[in-house]
């Protein structure tokens, strides 16, 4: 979430007798405030004396005064900003007294500034029966850097004058100067900048100020605009930090991004000026109500469907609202997935995608039971049945938000059986969260046989595969690629993933399974074993007979493929 703040600043071009300190290299004075500032802050005799051998006590005395003299320290030897300055910088004011031209502005964001100083002399301008009021008093003690000349860095020490007021020669100038203010929200970083250009010798020379920044709450300060400006827009949500919106007023962008620009035409920054026409850029935003965020989630669910048009499961319907929801702001108000029967009513003039949802349970080889046909609510951990054909031996199934551990799981899938090797069937592992639950896998059919080989088949991750030589670090072996196992022809690669178990002796177990055992993650990654409770989607597996299996993995059980 980003802001930029901008705003023009007259520049004042004018002459006037000063005295200013030139900050030139000094090291010996570096060397004397870094020891103070060491040394408790303070200037001493003690310490002059250890810095500089060969002083005397009155000489050293003299230097704390010198020093008072330039405001590196006050007169008991204490180190003051310009000290402090000099210690990083190796930087000490020379004071000097004379005319010099000067450009100056003034705004609440900075104060009054010098932007640039030339040395000028009374004898050589003979205009100076032209007096008028200085037109801003600039801030006396701080150091400040030219913005057209780095190298020029000055300290303003006084405006000597006989009588109350300080007079100067104002000229003509062409220079301009805007401020250019970033705010990034989510980094918690301001940064501004003074553009635009200066006229010394009636040239123009561009400005190069290095950025500055002050401190700020940004979201604090967000929330106070939003309370005043954007109130008809939403209500900012101070522990979230989205906007909550009302659904209806989203475009589909949107809703898929969950941020969206808002534009203020004036607001304020207390004590830092005015600013208008602020464009706010990806302002994160979230539901207003528990049915703007059921009408969200639907909205992105049939945008799913629309974009993808293929037959799918009601688990997998179930699962793509899960991923749709979990780790939004739509997540806080637990929305419902409509019933089967609802979904289907509200594409019933849809035809294709209607088939879409609805062959698949008509067809499927174990009936759904009712509370998977039943709205899912986020949050909720209902257990599935299934009717007709269910045999509790043949299905494995693992609800939404089931906390069953890795063991529990390959414990179900074995069912008893003593295998002497394991095939996945997995076309996506890849990223560290599936590897490292690979490895979680790995591990436990180790634990619970110790000689059984873990086989891997999936498709390599980019032109290089660099998720291949991962896969063979945690199973010990090179794992095949769905061109080794399926051949070139894509059509021929099965979509469903598969966990085969070989008993070496002619027997074994396959399963048929709608979504990875890869698909789970542990509340805490930093203590992970066999038995740790798991975070799962809708997870299922099918027991199937060799033969319904496809032809190039029923070939691995014979050593083929």
């Known amino acids: 979430m980003r802001c930029e703040l901008t705003v023009d600043v007259a520049v004042e071009r004018f002459a006037v007798f000063a005295e200013l300190a030139w900050l030139e290299r000094r090291p010996e004075l570096g060397i004397l405030c870094r020891s103070a500032r060491e040394s408790g802050g303070r200037i001493t005799t003690e310490l002059i004396q250890e810095v500089l051998p060969g002083v005397s006590h009155v000489g050293a005395k003299n230097i704390i005064e010198w020093c008072s003299s330039l405001n590196l320290c006050d007169n008991r030897g204490h180190l003051q900003k310009l000290g402090e300055d000099t210690a990083e910088t190796d930087e000490a004011p020379v004071p000097e007294q004379g005319v010099f031209e000067v450009w100056a502005a003034q705004h609440p964001l900075f104060g009054s500034r010098w932007l640039h100083v030339e040395r000028i002399t009374s004898q050589t301008d003979h205009r100076f029966e032209h007096l008028e009021s200085l037109p801003l008093y600039p801030d006396i003690g701080n150091s ?51 553009e635009g250009a200066l006229d010394p010798e009636r040239k123009l020379r561009a400005i190069q100020h290095n950025p500055e920044s002050v401190p700020l709450d940004l979201w604090k300060l967000f929330e106070r605009w939003a309370s005043w400006h954007l ?111 609802e979904l289907l009513d509200e594409f019933s003039g849809l035809g294709e995608m209607f088939w879409s949802l609805a062959a698949p349970v008509d067809l499927a080889p174990f009936v759904p039971g009712a509370q998977e046909l039943a709205s899912l609510t986020i949050g909720s951990n209902s257990q599935l049945s299934y009717e007709g054909q269910n045999r509790e031996e043949a299905i494995v199934r693992i609800p939404h938000r089931g906390e069953w551990s890795m063991h529990d799981l390959v414990a179900r899938l074995l069912n008893g059986a003593k295998p002497y090797r394991v095939l996945l069937c997995d076309r996506y592992i890849r990223g560290g ?34 998720n291949l030589s991962s896969i063979e670090k945690i199973i010990g072996s090179s794992p095949r690629t769905y061109h080794d196992m399926f051949g070139s022809n894509r059509n021929n690669r099965p979509h469903a993933r598969y966990f085969l178990i070989d008993e070496g002796n002619g027997e074994g177990v396959c399963w048929q399974m709608d979504n990875s055992p890869l698909d789970s993650r542990p509340n805490n990654s930093n203590q992970v074993s066999p038995r740790t409770p798991l975070r799962w989607r809708d997870f299922g597996a099918f027991q199937l007979d060799k033969s319904e299996l496809p032809l190039d993995l029923g070939r691995w059980f014979e050593g083929g493929a």
């Open 231 to 341: 109130a008809e827009k939403g209500q900012w949500n101070t522990e979230q930090h989205y906007m909550a919106v009302s659904f209806a007023e989203l475009t589909e962008d949107a809703q898929e991004t969950f941020v969206q620009n808002f534009s203020i035409l004036e607001l304020e920054v207390p004590g830092y000026g005015s600013y208008a026409n602020v464009e706010f850029q990806n302002v994160p935003i979230g539901p207003n109500s528990e049915s703007d965020a059921s009408q969200w989630a639907v909205a992105r669910l049939t945008r799913r469907i629309k974009e993808d048009r293929r037959y799918r499961t009601r688990n997998d319907v179930r699962r793509y609202f899960v991923e749709l929801v979990e780790g939004t702001p739509l997540e806080l108000f637990q929305p419902s997935l409509p019933s089967h029967t």
């Open 144 to 194: 400040w850097q030219s913005v057209i000349d780095p190298t020029k860095r000055y300290v303003l020490r006084g405006l000597p004058s006989q009588s109350m007021e300080v007079q100067c020669f104002r000229g003509v100038t062409n220079s301009s100067c805007r401020i250019r203010w970033s705010f990034d929200f989510t980094e918690g970083t301001n940064q501004w900048q003074m």
């Open 433 to 466: 969260d599936n590897l490292a639950t690979l490895q979680l896998l790995f591990d436990t059919i180790k634990k619970l046989h110790s000689t059984a080989r873990l086989e891997i088949v999936t498709e390599p991750e980019g032109k290089k595969g660099g």
